[in-house]
């Protein structure tokens, strides 16, 4: 069970890092055009 859980999370947190990989450039450089 503990295994499953430790995929699970790790599958997650690889999930949000690539979708922070797309979502954060397009952010900053909205922020960078507003400064």
Sequence with gaps: MK?????????VTLGSALGGCIVV??????YHERY
Excluded: K, Q
Aim: aromatic share 14%.
């Design 3 to 11: 295994r499953i859980f430790a995929l699970v999370l790790l599958a």
């Design 25 to 30: 450039p397009e952010g900053g450089y909205h």
